[in-house]
């Protein structure tokens, strides 16, 4: 499925086992479910660990932090550290910068069909969501009257405003 990020409307996005390696770890591990929370906005976001779900029924808020590898680099990767880098790159649209989005990031390793095994599940804030609305009032002016003294009272209303009129 195809994210349009101006749509404002939500998009699930699968992806397959052979994306993402160390799925095969956490099934090991007894791991069945592991979501994260995306929530972004301006030119920040955060990646937060929802909950871990293992196989015995044991709930967790943190995940193993144990060696998988070595980065380009020769740094030692750690499994909590590649997950979270990995659920904050999963979604296809730009979820952090300008209006942002939403939504969640779920790895699902036991699952039996490999599309089932990662979820991205966003939504994108649409930049018309966000105005100011003192904006509207500001070319607004009273209407000129002659009779219209100091005591004339002049009602605005936000929906006149958007049209343009006074009431």
Do not use: H, K
């Not at 779920?106 to 609305?133: L, Q």
Request: charged content about 30%; proline content about 5%.
């Amino acid at each position: 499925m195809e994210n349009d990020p101006s749509s404002g409307t939500p998009d699930a996005i699968v992806y397959g086992e052979d994306d993402l390696p160390f799925l095969e770890l956490l099934a090991t591990l007894g791991i069945v479910e592991v979501r994260y929370d995306l929530n972004g906005e301006g030119d920040s976001g955060d990646c937060t660990l929802e909950y871990v779900c293992y196989r015995d029924g044991r709930q967790d808020a943190r995940l193993p932090s144990i060696p998988i590898g070595f980065s380009d680099a020769g740094e030692i990767q750690l499994l909590d550290e590649v997950l979270e880098r990995t659920a904050a790159d999963l979604p296809e649209s730009d979820w952090v910068n300008n209006d942002g989005g939403y939504g969640t990031v779920s790895f699902f390793p036991c699952a039996i069909c490999a599309e089932d095994r990662v979820v991205c599940d966003m939504t994108y804030r649409d930049e018309t969501d966000d105005y100011d609305e003192d904006e509207e009032f500001d070319d607004l002016e009273p209407p000129e009257d002659e009779e219209a003294g100091d005591d004339t009272i002049v009602e605005v209303t936000f929906a006149a405003a958007q049209e343009g009129a006074v009431q």
